[in-house]
């Protein structure tokens, strides 16, 4: 199973901006679609974007698109988590994830293969 460690979490003001990494282990890492989901205190886990092997597909959940952006960059096995125009809300634990497609790491047919040990963003006002 690929292992995936994040990093990039941190305390940012409203309206900054932090960018995620999630390193894979995986060497067949263009295979796997990944995917971005964040839990905060209280919560239920929530999807937040998503990226196909390829790049060529993206999905975001409503309360961040136009905010954030996923990427990955498949020769250093990373996918990234851009995030601008911070809000107070998006603070919570971020978790990286990777699955077979978008579908099933967004949460429509979940069926995540993998979790990230998530890392903390902070937003304050």
């Known amino acids: 199973q690929v292992q995936l460690v994040e990093s990039g979490g941190g305390l940012v003001q409203a309206g900054g901006s932090l960018r995620l990494s999630c390193a894979a282990s995986e060497r067949t890492f263009s295979d796997y679609a990944m995917a971005w989901w964040r839990q905060a205190p209280g919560k239920e886990r929530e999807f937040v974007a998503a990226i196909s092997g390829s790049a060529g597909t993206t999905y975001y959940d409503n309360s961040v698109k136009g905010r954030f952006t996923i990427s990955r960059d498949n020769d250093k096995n990373t996918v990234y988590l851009q995030m601008n125009s911070l809000k107070p809300e998006d603070t919570a634990l971020y978790y990286c994830?990777?699955?077979?497609?978008?579908?099933?790491?967004?949460?429509?047919?979940?069926?995540?293969?993998?979790w990230g040990q998530g890392t903390q963003v902070t937003v304050s006002s």
């Open positions: 994830a990777a699955g077979d497609t978008v579908a099933a790491v967004s949460g429509t047919s979940r069926d995540i293969d993998s």
